[in-house]
């Protein structure tokens, strides 16, 4: 089987070069690279050596145009149509993927043909002082990463090779041909370092406030302010955990120290791992069925049926409610149109009276002079009478 990552590069130089070389050693086949245009010379460079390798591709795009959704859609699409892929990792730079049993590709080589979607969790790395190599210092992670809203686990999407995928914006949601997700088990962890030192930090502020992305530049708005008053620094360093404030977090259950990419890079293991065998492909099926099976039986997976069927039946109510809605404003603009079509006609009505009646007082007038020219000849004789009497009385004794 192959497997294909898709990665998107903007400006991180200091962990590019790790992500691929981790990502390689895993055993991901090629990797399609997407980076910023205007990011860097250093890292095309990077990619570009790895491009001289056979081992990835390299797309560079505008940087005003930074739309991760399509171009996270557009990748994975091409290692389908492209490059031959079977199952793809869609990543950022700061994310590792790491097997919590068996080989990445032993993981998907499992995977029943009737699912073609993994649940991938993502845990975050907290940010440690120090300017040496990330891997080395940071060391601690959160036991559960939870989104912004607090109400549900950050997590990503593997999914099998279809050349009608769709992937959303920061690659959390797949949908397409055969993408239905296997639910219950989840082999593999993404290990996520967003935030390496102050000056990347800033870098992605700078980065995320000039994007094309407006949910995501509001989403940033925020830390744009606080760059732009001098006081980003300032919310880094309070973000920094130390020493005391790590051992905390874990003896509360917080934290959990995670050692593993640390001594993945000690070890200097470069070479990738080898295809699954059949005896490692049936182990990881029946821990995969054994997982599903758990998750089955568990009481709250019931609850939880029923709540995707009132959801089901909510969302189909939404749509007819916003069926109806459309039809009512159809017909709304149909009426509008009627309307506008009625106040149109009566306007013109009340112009052609408006002519009409200019008309008729130009005609009255025309015929008024026309009555009087043709008062004239009598009037004429009137006078010329008139005058010949006059004469006649006066001439008598």
């Known amino acids: 089987m192959k497997l294909v990552m898709t990665l998107l590069v903007s400006d991180e130089y200091d962990v590019v070069e790790a992500n691929l070389d ?4 895993q055993g991901v086949d090629f990797v399609i690279v997407t980076a910023d245009r205007g990011g860097p010379a250093s890292i095309a460079a ?5 491009v001289e390798r056979g081992v990835c591709h390299l797309i560079e795009d505008d940087p005003s145009g930074y739309l991760q959704g399509e171009w996270i859609t557009r990748m994975a699409r091409i290692a389908a149509t492209d490059f031959g892929a079977d199952w793809v990792i ?3 730079v700061d994310e590792f993927y790491w097997p919590e049993i068996g080989t990445l590709k032993g993981i998907f080589s499992a995977v029943p043909d009737e699912f073609g979607q993994l649940v991938l969790p993502v845990n975050h790395f907290v940010p440690r002082a120090g300017g040496e190599f990330f891997a080395d210092r940071m060391t601690v992670r959160e036991t559960l990463s939870l989104k912004t809203s607090a109400r549900a686990r950050v997590t990503k999407v593997a999914h099998r090779a279809t050349a009608d995928v769709e992937v959303s914006r ?4 797949a949908t397409g041909t055969g993408l239905t997700p296997l639910l219950g088990w989840e082999p593999i962890i993404g290990f996520h370092f967003p935030l390496r030192s102050y000056s990347q930090f800033e870098s992605k502020v700078t980065r995320d406030g000039r994007t094309a992305d407006l949910k995501i530049r509001a989403l940033r708005s925020d830390l744009s302010e606080l760059h732009s008053v ?3 620094l300032d919310l880094y360093e309070e973000r920094v955990v130390d020493d005391a404030e790590a051992r905390s977090g874990v003896e509360e259950g917080r934290l959990v120290t995670d050692e593993r990419l640390k001594r993945f890079f ?3 293991e470069r070479v ?3 295809e699954p065998t059949a005896n490692e492909v049936d182990m990881l099926r029946m821990e995969m069925e054994r997982a599903v099976e758990e998750r089955e039986r568990h009481p709250l997976t019931s609850e939880n049926r ?9 969302e189909g109510r939404l749509e007819k409610s916003r069926a109806s809605l459309a039809r009512a404003q159809r017909r709304r603009e149909q009426a509008e149109a009627t309307r506008a079509r009625l106040r149109a006609k009566r306007d013109a009505a009340r112009e052609e009276r408006k002519a009409a009646r200019r008309e008729s007082k130009a005609l009255r007038a025309e015929l008024a002079k026309a009555r009087r020219w043709r008062r004239l000849p009598s009037l004429a004789r009137e006078v010329v009478t008139r005058r010949g009497a006059d004469r006649v009385t006066r001439s008598r004794p």
Do not use: F, I, K, M
Request: hydrophobic share 30%.
């Open 22 to 25: 981790y990502h390689l050693a």
């Open 46 to 50: 990077t990619v570009q050596r790895y």
């Open 90 to 92: 869609n990543s950022d």
């Open 170 to 173: 920061g690659g959390h949601r």
């Open 230 to 232: 001098g006081r980003l």
């Open 266 to 268: 000690e070890s200097g």
């Open 272 to 274: 990738p791992s080898a």
């Open 306 to 314: 029923h709540l995707e069927d009132l959801l089901e039946l909510a």
